[in-house]
């Protein structure tokens, strides 16, 4: 089975700190992807990569930003936290072109 | 301006009867819709797709129907199950976009024994 995992379950964070959000993946999919979930919205796309060092903006890159510097490790970065990006966020990943994506469970963030 | 749409947000149905969830989309160059279903505490879950080749595509209790025409496309769960109650996403992608999905707000089922 193809595992998909978040360093943190839950996270409290304060106001201007660095937030930093690890996924991992171990299944040598080419293609991961953050998301954040929140009511009503559904899941919108922060950033994607297809390869290693390559990033690509998604719908809501502001305030964000991304690394990848091995294939199986994608980590989400919130430069300055702000009370807004209060959210689940969820990793996921796919192979080659195929939608597909596996999720991890997913991070609940709270920025007082 | 939302590209997927599930214009309910929720939908109770009785254990043994049909559950049909329902998700409209905008964009016509979307070729490939997909279904995820998610528990709490857990992330979603891939349950079922379809090509715009396609008006439906069949897998055990779930069956997904496209109307082209009407940028319409559904999820039926027959018979439903307890087990079946959690929130369901819809999703669309388009090719030329390559492997981007957008979701829709999902719509929480719940079964009833």
């Known amino acids: 089975d193809v595992k998909v995992t978040q360093s943190s379950r839950y996270l409290v964070k304060r106001t201007g700190e660095k937030v930093f959000l690890e996924c991992v993946q171990d299944m040598d999919h080419e293609n991961m992807f953050w998301y954040r979930q929140d009511p009503g919205l559904g899941l919108r796309l922060i950033y994607f990569s297809y390869d290693v060092k390559m990033k690509e903006k998604g719908d809501i890159p502001e305030g964000y930003s991304v690394s990848r510097e091995k294939k199986e490790r994608f980590s989400l970065i919130l430069e300055s936290a702000s009370t807004n990006q209060t959210s689940m966020y969820l990793c996921?990943?796919?192979?080659?072109?195929?939608?597909?994506?596996?999720f991890g469970s997913g991070t609940q963030l709270s920025v007082l | 301006d939302q590209q997927v749409k599930q214009n309910s947000p929720s939908l109770s149905v009785q254990e043994g009867r049909i559950s049909i969830l329902n998700c409209d989309y905008t964009?016509?160059?979307?070729?490939?819709f997909l279904w995820y279903k998610k528990y709490p505490a857990e992330g979603p879950t891939f349950l079922i797709s379809?090509?715009?080749?396609?008006d439906k595509n069949e897998d055990g209790r779930f069956t997904v129907f496209l109307n082209k025409s009407a940028k319409h496309l559904s999820l039926h769960i027959v018979p439903s199950q307890p087990g079946d109650s959690a929130v369901y996403f819809c999703?669309?992608?388009?090719?030329?976009?390559?492997?981007?999905?957008?979701f829709g707000s999902g719509t929480q089922l719940t079964v009833l024994p």
């Open positions: 964009n016509s160059m979307f070729d490939y």
């Open positions: 996921a990943s796919s192979p080659g072109q195929d939608e597909k994506l596996f």
């Open positions: 379809i090509s715009s080749i396609k």
């Open positions: 999703a669309a992608s388009d090719s030329g976009s390559a492997r981007q999905l957008t």
